[in-house]
């Protein structure tokens, strides 16, 4: 058996560790977490998980260790399982825009670290998570890690210096979705159209879109050219769309999340 840990097991660890449990890998991994909230504890336990006191305890028990704490909480936690960090741990942390170089300066130097940006669809089996790795990681050591993340949906591998960049991709941008859906069904209300039905089918549209997107072969062209007619109802809302400058204002938002990326670096 594999032991792996989760220091941290709110919602994105509680995610990570029920894909764990869901899958085959279940039956090769055994889990161990740490949190200071004991309900988050207690629904770790409920999986299968072993409870650790602290910290430093997850880490002697298991040679991964997933750091699934808020980035401004991170320095805390590193420095308190420094001196049980060995050089077989891997640490793998979801800590947007923290590095592998400031995580191995608060561990050990050559920590193994994989940098990990996951998205709350991970709770459904639905995850999108982008992964970079230290030079320390091994391929098989990798390779494990990657497989935790696919059990919770698609995962892609970056370059390490493009880490803070892919959070408005994939990490923010549910949220940035949901702002968009909320808008949408929100008019739908305000037009008397029930708010439950409008829901059904907005979201419904957004998951054929998605796979039109991923599935169809066309371009993001050519599908907007598809549902388009000239003259028509999505022609008069595009012109709206693109009058008050949606996709300027999708870049500034992307912007402004890779700017907050790097300030939680420092």
């Not at 409870?51 to 260790?65: L, M, P, S």
């Not at 949408?184 to 549209?205: C, Q």
């Not at 022609?235 to 870049?251: D, F, N, P, Q, Y």
């Amino acid at each position: 058996m594999t032991n792996v840990g989760f220091i941290g097991a709110g919602n994105m660890g509680y995610a990570i560790m029920k894909g764990i449990a869901g899958s085959t890998l279940g039956d090769s991994i055994a889990l161990y977490a740490c949190d200071s909230y004991e309900p988050a504890a207690e629904r770790a336990a409920e999986l299968g998980a072993k409870v650790c006191e602290n910290g430093a305890e997850t880490v002697r028990c298991c040679k991964y260790v997933f750091l699934a704490v808020k980035p401004q909480q991170l320095d805390e936690v590193l420095d308190e399982i420094s001196g049980a960090v060995s050089e077989e741990t891997v640490l793998v942390s979801i800590c947007a825009g923290i590095t592998d170089e400031h995580i191995a300066s608060r561990t050990r130097e050559g920590a193994k670290v994989v940098l990990v940006m996951p998205n709350t669809p991970l709770l459904l089996g639905e995850g999108a998570t982008a992964l970079s790795r230290s030079d320390s990681v091994t391929d098989a050591e990798f390779e494990l890690v990657c497989s935790i993340f696919g059990a919770c949906g698609i995962y892609s591998v970056i370059p390490k210096d493009k880490m803070k960049e892919i959070i408005a991709i994939n990490g923010s941008s549910p949220a940035f979705i949901y702002l968009y859906a909320k808008a949408f069904i929100d008019y739908a209300d305000s037009v008397g159209i029930d708010r439950g039905a409008a829901t059904e089918l907005f979201a419904k549209s957004l998951i054929g879109s998605a796979k039109m997107i991923t599935d169809s072969g066309r371009t993001i062209e050519e599908l907007i050219t598809m549902v388009s007619s000239k003259g028509g109802t999505t022609i008069a809302g595009l012109e709206k769309l693109r009058e008050g400058e949606l996709e300027r204002t999708v870049a500034e938002c992307c912007k402004a999340c890779t700017k907050r990326a790097y300030e939680l670096a420092k």
